[in-house]
């Protein structure tokens, strides 16, 4: 069981709003070395907030991240720095560098932020790109590419990090549905290596497969986590069970 793994991400009292509106409300979670966690939920429940205030994007919010058990303070600029380098981010919408090509999107961050030397990222760029079979894109620029080639690329340009932890938001919602299948075999086989994944999606197939736990969110809140057997074959909550049953 992988939640016998020391504990990589631990998040407790979380919260945080726009203005008035509260959006995240108290979220308390541990994310296991290794573990696959997927994140469901209605739209405007939360999912993307609380992957951009684990990955530093979202300031200032309430409560505490450790990775590794190191505490992080989004005011601390060392240590904001510390959690962009650990943790790799994947958007719905690639969030490619349109003006660079493939390579230059997979270099720029570990050149500028002094994890690697432009040969070596240029090679680790590479190898990576080999595994997803886009090294023949590597001089293309990202609108030449199929939404499904882009974010694989993207995958690769936040694995080229070589981040702790991985978090992914609504990566195949823009995608066709035939090309979907590309993007979640990356990902499998992500899984297969042992990389521990943050991953908000709707694909429910993905989840029953590899995830360890599912967390459903409502109105900023963690209403129900569980193993996906559980979660989807035995919800408690009566929202739960709505939701499923929409999409399921
Ligand atoms: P989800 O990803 O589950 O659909 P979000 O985290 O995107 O939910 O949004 C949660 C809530 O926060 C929604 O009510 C949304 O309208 C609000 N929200 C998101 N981003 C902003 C923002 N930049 N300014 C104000 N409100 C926002
Ligand atoms: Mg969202």
């Given amino acids: 069981m992988k939640n016998d793994h020391p504990v990589l991400l631990c998040v407790r009292d979380m919260s945080m709003r726009y203005g008035k509106t509260q959006v995240l409300n108290q979220i308390d979670l541990d994310i296991h070395k290794g573990e696959v966690v997927v994140v469901i939920g209605p739209s405007g429940s939360g999912k993307s907030t609380l992957v951009r205030c684990l990955n530093g994007l979202e300031n200032p919010f309430e409560g505490t991240i450790q990775l590794n058990g190191a505490p992080y303070d989004a005011r601390n600029h060392e240590q ?3 959690l962009r380098n650990q943790i790799g981010m994947v958007f719905q919408d690639y969030s490619l560098f349109p003006h660079l090509n493939v390579l230059k999107n997979m270099t720029l961050a570990p050149v500028l932020r002094e994890k690697y030397t432009e040969d070596e990222a240029e090679r680790i760029a590479l190898e990576l790109l080999e595994r997803v079979q886009l090294r023949h894109k590597a001089s293309s620029m990202p609108a030449q590419l199929s939404g499904g080639q882009q974010q694989r690329v ?3 340009r936040a694995l080229a990090m070589c981040p702790e932890i991985m978090l992914f938001d ?3 919602s823009a995608l066709d549905p035939e ?3 590309e993007v979640l075999a990356v990902m499998k ?3 297969s290596q042992g ?3 943050i ?3 709707h694909e429910m197939s993905f989840a029953r497969e590899v995830a360890d736990k599912v967390v459903f969110m409502d109105k900023g809140e963690i ?3 569980a193993s996906p057997e559980r979660l989807f074959d035995y919800p408690q909550h009566e929202r739960v069970k709505n939701f499923l049953g929409k999409i399921l």
Avoid: N
């Fill in 80 to 82: 904001w720095s510390q």
């Fill in 154 to 156: 993207a995958i690769v």
């Fill in 170 to 172: 609504e990566p195949t």
């Fill in 179 to 181: 090309i979907v299948g």
């Fill in 189 to 191: 086989e992500l899984v």
């Fill in 195 to 197: 990389m521990t994944m």
């Fill in 199 to 201: 991953v908000v999606t």
């Fill in 223 to 225: 209403l129900e986590a």
